[in-house]
């Protein structure tokens, strides 16, 4: 190679870093993969009902893995990852655009807030105070509420690490919003690994006393979203015991076996094989919508759930730090939605896995604490792991 051939690889890569680019990553694990340089780029994605810019990063990690996540709602709009033959597809449902968020979202890829899934009577006494919240779903209180953190813009900022592309994004939600004390500055980190991993890392603190619980709503269909239900997907969930439900979908305040039931998910079985069986607490979710207490109590990253979905190898590993998993079949769905690419969002064709404290918690003292008191800092932290076989 001579003097000015050397210069050419130089100033690409000189190129690239200005551009925003970092240089390749290590080998992927087993080396069968060729790897690229991580990439990061932002764009317009429209402008939110309150006229605010809606901003939309795109993250693809060294595997070409493809994470698109925008400002409003801090929702996950796109997830790109390979299946065995390194086909790509994109396996969470949404919509093509900012204005289909708007007018009709079921929580696709949003970060949830400030408190994910349900409170009952929408009321909580705490500190001997009593907070009222809106009955958004029967006579409880869902999902943060009318305008929970899914309706709202997050101020964003990109994350560069030297195993990672990533968005850090911040809300800070002013006291007595949609009801609840205190104001709570909240922020959610998504990182796209070279591990081929999305790990959201969550933080808030507050300035009064509060409750808080945080997840993240992606709606996953490893056959690639709009490609069918997710009934064939084999699941496995690491709990001994569930929360059982009312007919409102509020927890009894029993932590029943899984044992001898269609919630024994310990060892992986299809999400079908048992979901149409006479089970009254199948029959009050429509199929799957509970929590489950997972084995891994102390607060440490640990696996929750796995996923594999035989005709593609798709696999996905969900690692939290939370006690609870609800895992949603998607029962909700029923034709009605035309998502990205025109496809149709038919009965069970999407599953979410949200990691979080359990349900009606500020009700619930026996379950473990949502509280978050001034000077506390609320964390968790959780990764949606992907491989193929
Ligand atoms: C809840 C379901 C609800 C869905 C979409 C899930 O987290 O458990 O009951 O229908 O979110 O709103």
């Known amino acids: 190679m001579n003097?000015?051939?050397?210069?050419?690889?130089?100033?690409?890569?000189?190129?690239?870093?200005?551009?925003?680019?970092?240089?390749?990553a290590p080998p992927a694990p087993g080396g069968?993969?060729?790897?690229?340089?991580?990439?990061?780029?932002?764009?317009?994605?429209?402008?939110?009902?309150?006229?605010?810019?809606?901003?939309?990063?795109?993250?693809?990690?060294?595997?070409?893995?493809?994470?698109?996540?925008?400002?409003?709602?801090?929702?996950?709009?796109?997830?790109?990852?390979?299946?065995?033959?390194g086909d790509m597809a994109d396996i969470v449902l949404g919509y093509?655009?900012?204005?289909?968020?708007?007018?009709?979202?079921?929580?696709?890829?949003?970060?949830?807030?400030?408190?994910?899934?349900?409170?009952?009577?929408?009321?909580?006494?705490?500190?001997?105070?009593?907070y009222?919240?809106?009955?958004?779903?029967?006579?409880?209180?869902?999902?943060?509420?009318?305008?929970?953190?899914?309706?709202?813009?997050?101020?964003?900022?990109?994350?560069?690490?030297?195993?990672?592309?990533?968005?850090?994004?911040?809300?800070?939600?002013?006291?007595?919003?949609?009801?609840?004390?205190?104001?709570?500055?909240?922020?959610?980190?998504?990182?796209?690994?070279?591990?081929?991993?999305l790990k959201i890392l969550y933080e808030a603190t507050t300035d009064k006393p509060t409750v808080v619980n945080l997840t993240h709503h992606s709606y996953f269909n490893l056959l690639g979203q709009g490609r069918g239900d997710i009934l064939g997907h084999e699941l496995q969930i690491l709990a001994d015991r569930f929360t059982p439900v009312d007919d409102t979908l509020i927890p009894t305040g029993e932590r029943r076996a899984v044992a001898g039931?269609?919630?024994?998910?310990?060892?992986?079985?299809?999400?079908?094989?048992?979901?149409?069986?006479?089970?009254?607490?199948?029959?009050?979710?429509?199929?799957?919508?509970?929590?489950?207490?997972?084995?891994?109590?102390?607060?440490?990253?640990?696996?929750?759930a796995r996923l594999f979905e035989p005709t593609t190898g798709r696999m996905m590993e969900v690692l939290t730090t939370e006690p609870g998993l609800q895992f949603y079949s998607g029962n909700f769905l029923d034709g009605s939605i035309t998502g990205k690419d025109g496809a149709v969002y038919i009965h069970r064709s999407g599953f979410c896995l949200e990691t979080q404290h359990y349900p009606d918690s500020p009700n619930q003292p026996e379950f473990p604490s949502v509280v978050l008191r001034p000077g506390e800092t609320y964390t968790q932290t959780t990764v949606y792991r992907f491989s193929a076989r």
Request: glycine fraction near 12%; include cysteine; aromatic fraction near 8%.
């Open 3 to 24: 003097k000015g051939e050397r210069w050419i690889p130089a100033l690409g890569l000189c190129l690239a870093i200005l551009l925003g680019c970092q240089p390749a």
């Open 32 to 85: 069968q993969e060729e790897d690229r340089a991580m990439n990061l780029e932002t764009s317009d994605f429209g402008t939110a009902p309150g006229g605010q810019a809606v901003m939309l990063y795109s993250l693809t990690n060294a595997h070409g893995l493809r994470a698109r996540i925008m400002t409003y709602g801090a929702i996950v709009v796109s997830l790109e990852v390979p299946d065995r033959d």
């Open 96 to 130: 093509d655009d900012l204005a289909g968020y708007v007018a009709d979202n079921p929580y696709f890829g949003a970060i949830v807030g400030r408190y994910g899934n349900r409170i009952a009577g929408a009321r909580f006494t705490l500190d001997g105070r009593e």
């Open 132 to 197: 009222r919240l809106a009955a958004n779903n029967g006579p409880n209180h869902l999902h943060g509420g009318l305008r929970g953190f899914d309706k709202v813009v997050w101020s964003a900022e990109p994350v560069r690490r030297s195993d990672a592309v990533g968005v850090k994004m911040a809300y800070t939600s002013p006291d007595g919003e949609e009801g609840y004390p205190g104001t709570l500055t909240a922020h959610v980190t998504y990182l796209l690994t070279n591990h081929d991993e």
């Open 261 to 304: 039931t269609p919630f024994d998910f310990r060892t992986h079985v299809a999400i079908g094989a048992r979901i149409g069986a006479e089970n009254r607490q199948l029959a009050f979710g429509g199929g799957y919508d509970h929590n489950w207490i997972l084995d891994n109590q102390d607060g440490d990253l640990a696996l929750a």
